[in-house]
């Protein structure tokens, strides 16, 4: 049979907050939803996203509830309070799975499992079996449940027992001795002028006194000598000595005595240098005088930082410090140290130039890094969380928060509806970022020297035809002798062919650097020419050779 329990106050308080969305996650501050999965530590009972614990939680051997630091050796799983199913049911309250809870009650002598339904918080306490005893104060008896202790022997009455004080202790039944009396009783001070109340158990009585306080007034009591009082402010213990007693016959530097009959006469002052010899060395300089002395000499000393040396009074303890700032690398490599007379001044890697300033990188997410300055090193992963949905492009899919920052978008099963500019039929593809796939569609489009049409994909802005591309040259006089090509003909604007015209002045042509429409060089033709000799029997290939002059010296001829 179901054992029916009000639930704890604390499983109450988390089941009300869960069941109207108003319990926040630990670590992401993000009200937890009925449909979030969750995890729940069996020590504290936090409740948090299972989603956010497993972020947590990663990369490590061994990891702790952020709360109550309780370790764990394997990675969090999601589950209902029970731990029997991943997630709750969705006709039970928030994350329960309606079926017995059967946790053993941690902490506990009970071999009984929680026979309640799945529950947030503490299982509530065993009423199986259990015996009979006397409660701690012994004037009652008290149940106890299967499980409880005997620390669990209190009535809830008030104890009763004697005090040493003689007064009835007032606590609730408890085990041990009793704690110190609270009744309130009125004691005097030190010196015995006021009264004030106080809880019995803290009241410590002077034996000399037999007062219990200070009322912070002077004590005002008469001194041994019975002429003067004490001037302390209300004490405990006896009162100070007489100041001045008769015993004193001589000044405080001894140079000038007295005849003093009763510690009520009083002192001749004495003109007299004080002189003597103090603990540093020095002489005191001050008139005659009671009291201790004190150095007025001044000294140097090296400030803190060693670059400078400061004069100081003699008997200065305190730190000598000088203005200059330090301005040394701190031991990041980054920042610069701006204290004053630094310690650490030219001591390379010293503890005391740790860098304590935030890093501030900026993070390839756009963040800035706010570990404390590493240095050079690599920053570590963004610790941010994104708490608005991660979508892919067409809003299909999506990864609810909380996420952490760096999360890459969900990959997308459905098919992507972007129309290419084109106007062909797309290309079958799923939703994604970025450019999408090129369109193969054939098409006729112009070949690159124009004069044919050709066949190819849509992505293909032109292609070549195969053809000599003939376009006239920059020159003027020749075409373009390549295969039909993408660019410009040249390089760099001039014509690479050779002249080729016939020379005015033999039966060749130019062979010398394209010229355009300019006359051609009149250098020697090198030419070969083949010339017999007068028997035509024997020929021999020379250089042509001719020029301008030449051929007007043949014509004068």
């Given amino acids: 049979m179901t054992e029916i329990l009000a639930p704890t106050t604390q499983g109450q308080e988390i089941m009300e907050k869960l069941n109207k969305q108003t319990y926040e996650c630990v670590i992401c501050m993000v009200p937890i939803r009925r449909y979030h999965k969750i995890w729940s530590c069996p020590r504290c009972f936090t409740v948090v996203h299972s989603t956010c614990v497993v972020g947590w939680a990663a990369n490590k051997p061994t990891w702790c509830c952020p709360v109550c630091r309780l370790e764990f050796d394997k990675p969090p799983k999601p589950s209902c309070f029970c731990g029997k199913h991943v997630e709750g049911s969705k006709y039970e309250s928030a994350h329960c799975c309606g079926e017995i809870c059967g946790k053993y009650r941690v902490g506990t002598n009970c071999p009984h499992p929680c026979t309640r339904k799945c529950h947030a918080g503490p299982c509530g306490p065993c009423t199986a079996g259990g015996k009979t005893v006397k409660c701690f104060c012994g004037r009652n008896v008290v149940h106890l449940g299967c499980g409880q202790d005997e620390s669990s ?9 004697e005090l040493p004080c003689r007064h009835a202790c007032i606590a609730i039944c408890h085990d041990g001795p009793c ?33 219990f306080y200070s009322c912070k007034n002077v004590c005002g009591k008469l001194l041994a000598c019975g002429k003067h009082h004490c001037t302390k402010l209300c004490h405990s213990g006896p009162c100070e000595e007489c ?34 010899k103090l603990p540093c060395g020095h002489i005191c300089h001050s008139k005659c005088h009671f009291g201790p002395c004190k150095c007025t000499e001044k000294i140097q000393k090296r400030c803190r930082c060693g670059k400078e040396i400061i004069e100081v009074p003699c008997g200065y303890e305190g730190e000598v410090t000088c203005e200059n700032v330090c301005n040394d690398l ?88 972007i129309i290419p500019p084109c106007g062909h039929p797309p290309v079958q593809h799923n939703c994604h970022f970025g450019s999408c796939p090129k369109c193969t569609s054939l098409t006729e489009k112009t070949c690159y ?35 039909c090509h993408d660019g410009p003909c040249t390089e760099n604007g001039q014509c690479p062919y050779e002249c080729g015209k016939k020379k005015p002045y033999c039966t060749h042509n130019c062979n010398s650097k394209c010229h355009g429409n300019t006359p051609c060089p ?23 050779g001719a020029t301008p002059e030449i051929l007007s010296h043949n014509n004068i001829s």
């Fill in 330 to 417: 701190l031991n990041c490599k980054v920042h610069r140290c701006d204290k004053k007379c630094c310690l650490a001044h030219s001591k390379i890697n010293s503890d005391l130039h740790q860098c304590f300033n935030y890093c501030g990188k900026e993070l390839p997410c756009g963040h800035k890094c706010m570990q404390i300055c590493h240095g050079n090193k690599k920053c570590p992963p963004c610790s941010h969380m994104m708490l608005t949905p991660l979508t892919c492009r067409c809003g299909k899919t999506k990864i609810m928060p909380p996420i952490p920052c760096g999360t890459q978008p969900p990959q997308c099963n459905y098919p992507c509806l």
């Fill in 243 to 276: 100041p001045t007693p008769i015993s004193i016959k001589t000044c405080a530097c001894g140079k000038t005595h007295y005849n003093r009959k009763e510690c009520t006469d009083p002192f001749e002052e004495c003109p007299e240098i004080c002189g003597k």
């Fill in 449 to 483: 020297c124009g004069k044919n049409k050709v066949k190819i994909p849509c992505y293909i802005e032109s292609a070549s035809c195969g053809q000599i591309c003939g376009k006239p040259m920059p020159c003027g006089v020749h075409v373009c002798k390549r295969v």
């Fill in 153 to 161: 022997r209190s009535c809830g009455k008030m104890c009763m027992k």
């Fill in 179 to 211: 704690p110190k009396c609270s009744v309130q009783v009125e004691k005097p001070c030190y010196c015995g002028k006021e009264k004030s109340k106080f809880s019995c158990g803290d009241c410590v009585q002077d034996p000399v006194t037999k007062g």
């Fill in 522 to 544: 009149t250098t020697p033709c090198d030419q070969l020419v083949e010339v017999k000799c007068g028997c035509g029997f024997r020929k021999v290939q020379v250089v042509c």
